[in-house]
């Protein structure tokens, strides 16, 4: 923190400090250390830190040696004084702090000798410096050149692995160039992502969404990079998570990461797969394989069904899968009985189960107990347990035609052929 622009320009020996007494007017010393005046040494602290306190870095040494090499002495008496000023600011502890910060051997070396090595390292950058301006200037344009164009790489279409975007579903050529992301992997083959949805995803999750690959820092310094020079505005990491849900596809990315975040391996396209119908059916049955559960936790209660409609159910959908595996840990075994749900109603998620989580046990007593049993297709067209004719309504117990077992498996048959 800078003492007020009128304070004593006074420092003790070896205390990296400065003195905070008010000095009279026009004046750089306060009464306590006006005999000091006449030392030069102070003046030039001054000008180079003005009200710094704490001089031990790199630039405030820099701007000191500076201060020094403005005076038209020869470069010995420049450099004496640099060695007594800093000899003077610093105790031995300080300097060799410094110096290996700046990877200076300091090995069985005395103050003044390490000085003077930090005082060659800076002498030379100074004088590289002065002399190579322009042509620093011009190498840091061509880096700069080459980084940009590396950053905004862009690949003909044939040569990318994926032809759609894994978090939007669209085709890479449809996504707006300025956000379209390349890049290889550790395979070297080449993919392109939505920049913005790709550096949301990363937040939580450094798998590669097709290969399950780790994302090598190389790459998401490079998105960073991507993201900077374009001047893309990244999602915010609100805790109300749905706020940067836009599309189905965004709110099924959170998903996965927070079912593979406690081990079930999914896939946003999965997802992406089931109608309004599935969705309801899958809740029904996690109902089914809840119900004499003994746990406080409850979810994927009726009153979210009462919500969803065809415009919504993804994102209703999403938020209740988000709330059961969030903090899943604390009930896996209703974790265990959704993925059960899924592999159900769902060839995907079926052909990707644990073995661990093959033997399915139902309910069977509350399979006609919900108001909509079976669904015939992915219309969403069902069968319920009264079924409304124009005229009048027929009543239809379906226990009376098929036992509840057979009912299921043509349920779940039915489901998985459509």
């Known amino acids: 923190m800078e003492t007020n622009i009128n304070t004593c320009i006074y420092r003790a020996r070896c205390k990296n400090s400065k003195c905070s007494n008010i000095c009279d007017l026009n004046m750089n010393f306060c009464k306590d250390h006006i005999k000091y005046k006449n030392i030069g040494l102070f003046d030039i602290i001054n000008k180079a830190c003005g009200n710094k306190t704490d001089l031990l870095n790199n630039k405030c040494i820099y701007d000191i040696f500076k201060e020094i090499f403005k005076y038209s002495d020869s470069e010995e ?20 702090k410094i110096a290996k910060y700046n990877n200076i051997k300091i090995k069985k070396k005395a103050k003044g000798d390490i000085i003077n090595d930090m005082y060659l390292v800076i002498y030379n950058t100074y004088k590289f410096k002065s002399k190579n301006l322009k042509y620093l200037i011009i190498i840091q344009k061509n880096i700069k050149k080459y980084i940009i164009k590396n950053i905004n790489k862009i690949y003909k279409y044939n040569y990318i692995t994926n032809k759609e975007d894994p978090f939007t579903l ?12 390349y890049f290889k992997d550790i395979n070297n083959q080449i993919y392109c992502f939505n920049a913005i949805e790709f550096e949301y995803y990363l937040r939580k999750n450094k798998l590669h969404p ?4 780790y994302i090598n820092n190389t790459i998401i310094e490079k998105l960073k990079l ?46 992406n797969e089931l109608t309004f119908g599935n969705v309801i059916h899958i ?30 159910y993804q994102f209703k959908f999403s938020k209740e899968i988000i709330n059961l595996f969030i903090n899943g840990n604390d009930h896996f075994i209703l974790c265990c009985n959704f993925v059960k749900s899924l592999a159900m109603v769902s060839n995907k998620f079926y052909n990707n189960i644990p073995e661990w989580l093959t033997n399915i046990t139902i309910n069977e007593n ?12 992915n219309t969403d067209r069902m069968i319920t347990s009264e079924l409304n004719n124009e005229n009048n309504i027929v009543e239809m117990q379906l226990e009376n035609i098929i036992d ?15």
Request: aromatic share 18%.
């Open 77 to 96: 008496l420049k450099k004496k004084l640099f060695i007594r000023t800093l000899a003077y600011l610093f105790s031995s502890g300080n300097i060799k």
């Open 170 to 181: 669209e085709n890479i050529n449809e996504i707006e160039s300025n956000l379209k992301f």
């Open 210 to 213: 097709y290969t399950k690959n």
């Open 226 to 271: 991507f993201i900077n020079y374009n001047k893309l505005k990244i999602k915010s990491n609100n805790y109300y998570i749905e706020e940067n849900w836009n599309t189905p596809e965004q709110a099924y990315t959170d998903v996965v990461y927070y079912m593979e975040k406690i081990g079930f391996y999914n896939n946003i396209l999965w997802f």
């Open 283 to 312: 809740i029904h049955v996690y109902q089914d394989l809840t119900e004499n559960i003994n746990i406080n936790y409850k979810f994927f209660e009726n009153n979210i069904i009462d919500t969803m409609d065809n415009n919504n």
């Open 366 to 377: 509350r399979l006609f107990g919900n108001q909509f049993a079976i669904y015939l297709n």
């Open 404 to 418: 509840p077992a057979t009912v299921y498996y043509l349920l779940d048959m039915l489901n998985r052929n459509n």
